[in-house]
Each structure stands twice: as C-alpha cells, then as structure tokens.
C-alpha cells in the first residue's frame, strides 16, 4: 500500500475521533452542568405573586403559613421571591404591562422553578401572562376559591388548590345561633372582586329571602358602614365578607377595617375567613388556614422533587370545623348549647382557679394545713379541758380526804369545843329542874338561864356548821366571796386547839372588805393546813414563845394571807421542796397538805409561797386576785 494512502487513512481517523469527542462535549454539556449546579446544592428559586400586598389579610395569613412551612418541609434550600399585584386593590385598575415588563426582566434569564400564586387576582395573572413571563415553570394557584379557578387556561404544569366558599352554611349557622335574626347587614366592598362576590352571595342565599332580610352596604363608603352598624335594629347581625376598597374608593386593609367595625356595632359580627377570627366576629365554619397550607405546601415539595404537575389533584378545600370566640359568645349571650356538635370554643379565658392555679393549691394547703392544725388545737383543748376537769374532781377528792385529815388533828380541840356548851347546857338545865321545884321560883334567873342554855347551844351548832361546811364533799366552784370572814371561819376551827395547846392564835383582819373570786372551802382548806403545820411547828417550843399569827391585809391588786409562827424555822435546803408534793419533815406526815394547798391556790390564779422570818419561825404568804 502506498505511504501517502496511509498518511491519509490515519488524518481521517484522527479528525473522526475528534469529531465524535466534540459531538459529546455537546450533546453532554447541560447535563453536566446540571450536575454540577445540583452538587453546589444551588436554591431552588420560588415565586410567591400575592393578589393584594403581602400584608393584606386574609391572603397574607395564608401566605406567611405558607412560606414559613415550605421554607421548613423543603428537602433542598430555596430562595423565596415575594411579589404583589396592587393593582388588584382599586376600583378601577390601571394597566398591567408595566408590571408583567418588570416581571419579565426580572425572571428572562433565571426563571423561577415554581410559582406559587396566593388569591383569583394573582392567579389569573399568571394564566394571562405565562407564556410571556415563565412559560415552562410549574405554578401551584392557591388560596382561590373555585368557581375564580380560569380552568379553559390551566396546563399540565399547574396545580390547583382551590377552596369552596358555602355561603348557606355560614347563614344557617347564624340562624342555628340566633334563631330570632330577622335582618343580616353584610359588608361587602365596591371592587370589581369583591362586587362578584356580593352577586354571588345574593344568588346563594335566595332560598333565605323569605325568612331573614339581606341589607348590602357595598355602596356605602365606608364611613357610613360604621355609622349604620352603631344603629342597628334588636335582631340583626353583621355578616363580614372583605373590604379592600369601598364605595368612596378608600383602599381598607380587612383587619383594620374589622376591628373598627366591632370597636363601634351594636349587634353580633360574623364571618367566614378563618384571619379574621379572633378579631372581631363570633365564628362558625369557616376555611382553616392549616388545610389549605398543608396541601400548597405538599404540592410545592412535589413539584419541587421532579413530580409532574398533572398528577397532583385535589379537591376544593370545604369549610372545616366550627370554631367560636368564647369572648363574643359571652358579649352576645350566646349559649355554648346551641354550638354545633364537634364545636371549637377558643379564646376562652381562664377561671379563678386556671389563672392562679399555684397560688390557689398553695393557698388551700396553707388552709388545709391551719385547719389541719386548729383541729388538732381544738382537740387538744377538749383533751386539755377534759383533763383540767378531771383533775378538778381528782383534786376535790383529795382535798377532801386531805380536808379529812386536817379536821382529824383537830378532834381534840374540836370534842372540847364542843362539850363546853354542852356541858354548860346540862348543868343549866339541871339548875333550872332544881329552881322549878321550889314552891316559888325565881323566874328572872330562870330566864337568864334559858339564855345561857341558847347562847351555848348556838355556840355548839356554829361548831358543827363550821365543820360541816369544811368535811362536805363539793365540786370546785368559783363565786365572788369575801376574803376576811372566810379566814376567820378557819380560824374559828382551831381556836380550841390552840387553847389546849396554850399556843397564842392571833387574827387580824384588813380594815377594809377584801373580795375575791373563789371557792371558800377549799380556800379555809389552805389556811387549815398552813396553820395546822405552823401549830405543829411551835409545839416543841418554848412555852412562852408559842404564836401563831395571821393577817389579811390589801397590795395593790392582791389580797394577802399571812400566817406566821415562832417556830424554828424551815431548813434552807427545803424551802423550795416543802410544796412538792409527798415531801414532809413530820415523822407520821404525808406531805401532801402543802401541795394541796398551792394547788387550790394556783387554780384561784395566786400564788403562796414561804420564807424564814429574822427573829425566827416561818411566814407563809398567800396571794389572790382582788375583783373589786
């Protein structure tokens, strides 16, 4: 084979080659560039086109929900493009091409990978202008109610979210609430949206003519609104469908233009955008604002993620559960009873006991707490009571044994007392026999005899009364009493005995009356036993410094007892144990008499108490409450 015929076989195979490698740099160039846009993981670009503003309710609502929730399900990052129509907003709208001109330099060479039209307005702009402005990006309409859906333009790169708007139902739920509702004013605006939808209004609710009166205020500007619904007749409502311009051509955002409505209506608000609620209307069905964003949502990821748009369907979103303002169900006197079943009642504000729960759980521990604790107190005090009245009656009882025992020291005394008188008695009444036989008697000294024989035998039954009165067995009784007559009966008992004894037993009472509140026996029982131990105390003395002396004399707001005696004295190491009880220094005592006797003292809320004098011998001082 020639050398020049190779030569050219192998140019030829050369260029071949070479022209297949370009061919394949061509026909692979954009997929590699998608690739390579993917792996710099690049944001997906995403259109929002509102019909009315960004903040014009109800639509921007539904648009925030919608972008916060997209921005937060998106598997790949997205830059989110927000536009608004305006024009949308006026009576009388001016061209579009400047804005679709803005638009189109905008999006020429980077158009958006999905477009996401909020409202009819912003949707039928994209079926007028798609062809012009992005005519291969998927579109998702959203938020616009179904009979504004353009259906004759719709393509396989759109997806509907549609919302039926039932006007019988939110009427028949004024009714089921306000069953006397006679009139329904209903506030509608004068753009050319909002006039369709008052002619739809009046075409759905014929059926009701007869029964309720339909007043539309969509000629009215919107300062004579808020005049006539300060003047409402008794059965009327409110029925809230949009203002975004009125009849005067004042452009309102809906919100704003709600709350003044209810800051001035006389009679309930009703509506049946779920942006509104809380603001001003009662409530009742309406669209829900989480369905709606949850199917945008859906549909925007699926698109997002390569789905074709023709195979997302979904039907028009319905009025979801009844929802109410518990605040307007109140204002109104709505009964909650008259909710449809499966009712929503928000907004409801929280009792007493929701508010301040804590507060309400710690204050009612706190209460069951001190009554836990006053309880017991008053038990306590019943178990105290009943204790202090047992130990009264315990306490009687052995005062009276102790009683017993003084008077039975004093049986001596006591048998010489009396049989003085009575032996002064029988020796009378001899000498009177004796007199009477003579054949005439003296008859005056009869007499005087008579009166000895009286005197003694009085004298014989003040002994017996007094020691009576001391042994009788009572219960412990307080009374208003005079102090000095009774320590002088106490000593009238053991007079006789100290004339045996030949002890010198002195008295004197206070010059003036003393009155106390106490019990006289056991008060003359006190005195019996400090003057029977100061007896037994100077009887081992001297003869002639045997005395025992007592005196009742007024301090302040106290009366005071004093007994004192000539007798050793009390040892210093027991003068604070002579009054417990059971201590004696006496070989055959009990030691019990003492401490009786500050018992009876401290019940009478004294005190007794016992000191050696200087000049010998031990006083004891009693002191007790005066009254008066």
């Known amino acids: 084979m020639p050398i020049a015929s190779i030569k050219s076989k192998t140019i030829a195979a050369a260029v071949l080659c070479l022209a297949l490698l370009l061919g394949s740099m061509v026909l692979h160039g954009p997929a590699r560039a998608a690739e390579a846009s993917v792996a710099r993981n690049e944001p997906k670009r995403v259109l929002m086109l509102h019909s009315f503003g960004r903040e014009f309710r109800p639509w921007s609502e539904y648009s925030r929900s919608i972008k916060a929730e997209l921005e937060r399900q998106s598997p790949v990052p997205l830059d989110v493009q927000e536009h608004s129509l305006l024009a ?259 907004f409801r504000e929280p009792s007493l006991w929701e508010r301040y729960r804590l507060q309400m759980l710690l204050i009612t521990a706190v209460f069951l707490v001190q009554s836990g604790l006053i309880t017991g107190l008053l038990h306590e005090r019943r178990r105290r009571r009943l204790a202090e009245v047992e130990s009264r009656q315990r306490l009687a009882e052995l005062a009276h044994v102790n009683r017993y025992s003084a008077v039975g020291e004093l049986t001596t005394s006591i048998a010489h007392e009396l049989n003085q008188p009575l032996g002064s008695i029988l020796t009378n009444a001899e000498t009177a026999e004796l007199m009477l036989k003579d054949a005439s008697p003296d008859l005056d000294e009869i007499r005087n005899i008579l009166a000895d024989i009286r005197r003694d035998d009085q004298r014989a039954s003040e002994v017996i009364r007094r020691l009576r009165s001391v042994l009788k067995k009572t219960p412990f009784e307080i009374s208003e009493i005079e102090l000095n007559a009774t320590v002088g009966e106490a000593v009238g008992l053991v007079a006789a005995a100290t004339d045996g004894q030949r002890i010198g037993l002195t008295y004197m009472p206070a010059l003036v009356d003393l009155h106390i509140k106490g019990d006289p026996v056991h008060l003359q029982q006190v005195v019996l036993n400090v003057v029977i131990n100061a007896l037994d105390a100077v009887s081992d003395t001297d003869m002639a410094r045997r005395e025992v002396r007592l005196s009742t004399v007024r301090a302040g707001n106290q009366a005071e007892i004093r007994i004192a005696d000539t007798g050793p004295g009390i040892a210093a190491s027991d003068l604070a144990n002579v009054f417990n009880p059971f201590f004696t220094t006496k070989a055959k005592g009990m030691g019990m008499g003492l401490a009786i006797a500050r018992t009876i003292v401290e019940a009478h809320h004294g005190t007794i108490d016992v000191e050696n004098r200087p000049s010998g011998g031990a006083l004891f001082t009693i002191r007790l409450p005066i009254v008066r």
């Open 88 to 346: 949308s907003r006026y009576n009388n709208p001016g061209p579009e091409e400047p804005f679709v001109d803005y638009l189109q330099s905008l999006y020429q060479d980077a158009p958006p990978d999905v477009v996401l039209s909020i409202g009819a307005p912003a949707s039928r702009f994209v079926q007028r202008y798609r062809s012009k402005l992005f005519p291969n990006a998927p579109t998702v309409l959203t938020v616009v109610e179904q009979r504004l859906v353009n259906r004759a333009d719709l393509t396989d790169n759109d997806v509907v979210v549609s919302v039926h708007n039932d006007f019988m139902a939110a009427f028949e739920n004024i009714l089921r609430l306000l069953p006397d509702t006679r009139n329904v004013a209903v506030v509608i605006g004068a753009s050319p949206l909002e006039r369709f939808w008052a002619d739809e209004v009046r075409r759905e609710l014929k059926p009701l003519e007869a029964r309720i009166g339909l007043d539309w205020y969509s000629d009215l500007s919107f300062e004579q609104i808020l005049n006539r619904a300060a003047k409402l007749p008794p059965h009327t409502v409110l029925f809230w469908g949009l203002m975004s311009v009125d009849a005067a051509g004042i452009i309102h955002e809906s919100d704003i233009a709600l709350r003044s409505l209810h800051a001035v209506a006389n009679v309930p608000i009703f509506s049946y955008q779920e942006p509104f609620f809380g603001g001003g209307s009662v409530g009742g069905p309406m669209h829900s604002i989480a369905e709606t964003t949850e199917k945008t949502v859906s549909a925007a990821v699926r698109v997002l993620g390569g789905e074709k748009p023709a195979n997302i369907k979904y039907e028009p979103i319905a009025f979801a559960t009844p929802k109410y303002d518990w605040r307007e169900l109140k204002r109104w006197g709505i009964r909650e009873s008259r909710l449809p079943p499966g009712s929503e009642v928000l």
